[in-house]
Nanobody, 120 residues
Framework: QVQLVESGGGSVQAGESLKLSCTAS????????MGWYRQVPGKERDLVSR???????EYADSVKDRFTISRDNDKNTLYLQMDSLKTEDTGVYYC??????????????WGPGTQVTVSS
């Protein structure tokens, strides 16, 4: 079965960096677009960034020029490098795989999430 496992979350100070990883199994990793979402209590999950199978990327305006999404198809792993973190980046980050719809963006598979906490 499909499994997505996030890692790399934690607690940092504003201005610091974190790198999230998402290791995938159970499907052909290189055939699926991937994404990272963030959710804070009481709100819906918001798309932070996504990467297509051929490598093109998109970012939410709030993270442009600070976050970098990438993928390693040989390692079946998705990454999110988060630099210059802000307190508003705090939330649970979810890895998502295999785009079902592009308008709106919807993914088929989800990881359990990893907590990122940024303090001032």
């Amino acid at each position: 079965q499909v499994q997505l496992v996030e890692s790399g979350g934690g607690s940092v100070q504003a201005g610091e960096s974190l790198k999230l990883s998402c290791t995938a199994s159970g499907y052909r990793f290189r055939d699926c677009g991937m994404g990272w979402y963030r959710q804070v209590p009481g709100k819906e999950r918001d798309l932070v960034s996504r990467i297509r199978t051929f490598g093109t990327t998109e970012y939410a305006d709030s993270v442009k020029d600070r976050f970098t999404i990438s993928r390693d198809n040989d390692k079946n792993t998705l990454y999110l490098q988060m630099d210059s973190l802000k307190t508003e980046d705090t939330g649970v980050y979810y890895c998502a795989a295999c785009l079902m719809s592009s308008n709106p963006v919807e993914f088929k598979y989800w990881g359990p999430g990893t907590q990122v906490t940024v303090s001032s």
